[in-house]
Nanobody, 123 residues
Framework: RLQLVESGGGSVQVGGSLRLSCVAS????????MGWFRQAPGKEREGVAV???????TYGDSAKGRFSISRDNDKNVVFLQMNNLKPEDTAMYYC?????????????????WGQGTQVTVSS
């Protein structure tokens, strides 16, 4: 199991950028898919981006072209670079670890979760 701690959230204006970080403690970080998910008030948790154990990334429709996920297996860290932020990106963002081959659609297969970091985009 991994323990996950997110950071980097905050309040930005429309069009701004944020970089979220997630530091993992535990063993075999490289054997997990790592993902970013978000949940807005009154909405279900949705997949934003996942990078699998082979380094292949998949993105939800809302993230394509604006967000980029990356991982550093030497430092046990996964990042989410978010550009051109929109008000609809406002949500709590969670980092999670899942099976080696996972995509952003596999939210139910992710077992280890961080506490989340809030992102607020204002117009």
């Amino acid at each position: 199991r991994l323990q996950l701690v997110e950071s980097g959230g905050g309040s930005v204006q429309v069009g701004g950028s944020l970089r979220l970080s997630c530091v993992a403690s535990g063993e075999l970080f490289s054997s997990y898919s790592m993902g970013w998910f978000r949940q807005a008030p009154g909405k279900e948790r949705e997949g934003v981006a996942v990078v699998d154990g082979d380094g292949h990334a998949t993105y939800g429709d809302s993230a394509k072209g604006r967000f980029s996920i990356s991982r550093d297996n030497d430092k046990n860290v996964v990042f989410l670079q978010m550009n051109n932020l929109k008000p609809e990106d406002t949500a709590m963002y969670y980092c999670a670890a899942g099976p080696f081959y996972s995509t952003y659609e596999d939210v139910r297969n992710f077992d280890d979760w961080g506490q989340g970091t809030q992102v607020t985009v204002s117009s």
